[in-house]
């Protein structure tokens, strides 16, 4: 499946981030809990190089707790803090702001060894869709950042005080020019990081079916109360029709009705915690 994502307004975003990453102490990487490699940006992990970093593991409340436990461990392995947050509950907070202490420890206490209380400014870096503003929102404890479930809103440069001393930069959600294979174009079409209007989302809903089926077969099952299920995708979404009622006049099955459910339920987890990716693979 053939996805062309990289729409113009990424160029101007990777000048940006390019620009302002000079004056962050600390760079913040949202990852989705459910696509961890997927929704790694190789091009902003080069231009990060040298700097104290952070991996949040975002929407952790759609993945699968115990393989999100295993990516922790994963980057943690190699010498990077990983933490799981849902950005959108509360009592998040806590465990993101130690983070950052812990982060920016050494510079801080360089700064004030001269005599200076430093501000702390965090670059605040992902993806399209995979939750930035509302994570800020989440940290500075107010709607600071408009927030929206659409891949590439953000726009622009945001600096949000968070208090006298810290400060987080919102960023636009950033793809990059070239995937590397087919699967990570999917798995980002999957979780809505790339717009539905540039892709087939029939062929998209019959692959995601496919790829439930062969992991989550028990909870796909369940959510359309199917008593088996058919390796071909197509047919899957042919038997959710006639087990939601999704037929129109004649018979037909209205396809477009269970297509546009499906990636709605997957993507807001009421089929399950389902990861798509494991660090094993």
């Known amino acids: 499946m053939q996805i062309q994502w990289y729409p113009g307004h990424m160029t101007k975003a990777r000048r940006m981030l390019q620009d302002n990453l000079k004056v962050a102490d600390v760079v913040i990487t949202l ?42 461990k994963y980057y943690q392995a190699q010498g990077i ?6 950005s959108v509950k509360k009592g998040e907070k806590k ?19 001269r005599g200076v209380k430093k501000i702390v400014r965090v670059m605040v870096v992902g ?33 949000v005080r968070i208090g006298p001393y810290l400060e987080l930069m919102d960023t636009p959600g950033m793809l990059w020019p070239k995937f590397d294979d087919e699967v990570t174009g999917m798995h980002l079409a999957f979780c809505g990081s790339v717009r539905d209007e540039i892709v087939d989302t029939d062929q998209l809903c019959s692959l995601l079916l496919q790829k439930l089926a062969e992991i989550a077969p028990d909870k796909l099952m369940a959510r359309y109360k199917l ?33 546009r459910t499906v990636l709605d339920e997957f993507r807001g987890g009421k089929i399950g915690q389902i990861s798509l990716e494991s660090p094993e693979e």
Do not use: H
């Open 31 to 72: 990852l989705d809990a459910r696509i961890p490699v997927s929704s790694w940006n190789p091009d902003i992990d080069n231009m990060m190089q040298g700097k104290q970093r952070i991996v949040i593991l975002n929407k952790a409340d759609l993945a699968d707790a115990a393989i999100t436990a295993k990516w922790k």
């Open 81 to 86: 803090e990983a933490i799981a947050v849902t």
């Open 95 to 113: 465990q993101v702001m130690q983070a950052i202490e812990r982060a920016a420890k050494k510079k801080v206490e360089a700064m004030r060894a």
């Open 127 to 159: 993806i399209p869709n995979v939750g930035k503003s509302t994570f800020i929102n989440m940290v500075a404890g107010a709607t600071s950042v408009k927030a929206e479930d659409r891949p590439g809103v953000t726009r622009g440069r945001q600096w």
């Open 227 to 259: 008593e088996y299920l058919e390796e071909d995708g197509f047919r899957v979404l042919e038997a959710i029709c006639k087990s939601r009622g999704f037929i129109q006049k004649g018979g037909v099955y209205d396809t477009d009705r269970a297509v």
